[in-house]
C-alpha cells in the first residue's frame, strides 16, 4: 500500500493485495485491490476491485468506483461477475484522509520493540 500527500489538501492512497491457498485438490486465488484520489478541493475518485478464482476455473469479480464533486451528492457505480450492477448518486459528503495521519512518531510511540533499538555511537571523523 502507499500513500501520498502534497500538504494542502490533496492525498493519494492504494493497495493491492492478494493470495493463493491449497485445497482439497487444487490451488484457489483471491485478491483486492483499492485506490482514491482526491485534489485540494476534495473533489476525486475512489475506486476498486475484489476477485477470486477457484481451483477448477471458477471466478468471481465486483469493480466499484465513487466520483466525489464537493456537490454533496455522491456517484457511486459498479458491477460484478455474478450479474449485481449499479449506478446511483447518494447525498453523502465526502470524507478521505487530507494530511498524513500516522507517521513516525505514531510508531514509535505503539512499539515497544522499536523504542527499545539504542541509538548508535557517533564517532568523530
Same mark, same amino acid.
Given at each position: 500500500w502507499g500513500e501520498k500527500y502534497n500538504g494542502r489538501g490533496s @492525498?493519494?492512497?492504494y493497495t493491492d493485495k492478494w493470495a493463493e491457498r491449497l485445497e482439497d485438490d487444487g490451488w484457489t486465488?483471491?485478491? =483486492?485491490?483499492? =485506490?482514491e484520489s482526491f485534489d =485540494?478541493?476534495?473533489h476525486g475518485v475512489?475506486?476498486?476491485?475484489?476477485w477470486w478464482q477457484g481451483a477448477h476455473g471458477e471466478h468471481w469479480n465486483r469493480t466499484w468506483g465513487e466520483r466525489h464533486n464537493g @456537490?454533496?451528492?455522491i456517484h457511486k457505480y459498479g458491477k460484478s461477475? @455474478?450479474?449485481e450492477h449499479w449506478d446511483t448518486h447518494v447525498q453523502q459528503e465526502t470524507w478521505y484522509e487530507?494530511?498524513?495521519?500516522?507517521?513516525?512518531?505514531?510508531?514509535?510511540?505503539n512499539s515497544e520493540q522499536l523504542r527499545q533499538?539504542?541509538?548508535?555511537?557517533r564517532t568523530e571523523l
Open positions: @492525498s493519494m492512497k486465488k483471491w485478491g =483486492d485491490k483499492w =485506490d =485540494d478541493n476534495g475512489k475506486q476498486g476491485e475484489t @456537490s454533496g451528492w461477475s @455474478s450479474g487530507k494530511y498524513p495521519h500516522y507517521g513516525f512518531e505514531h510508531c514509535y510511540e533499538v539504542q541509538k548508535p555511537k
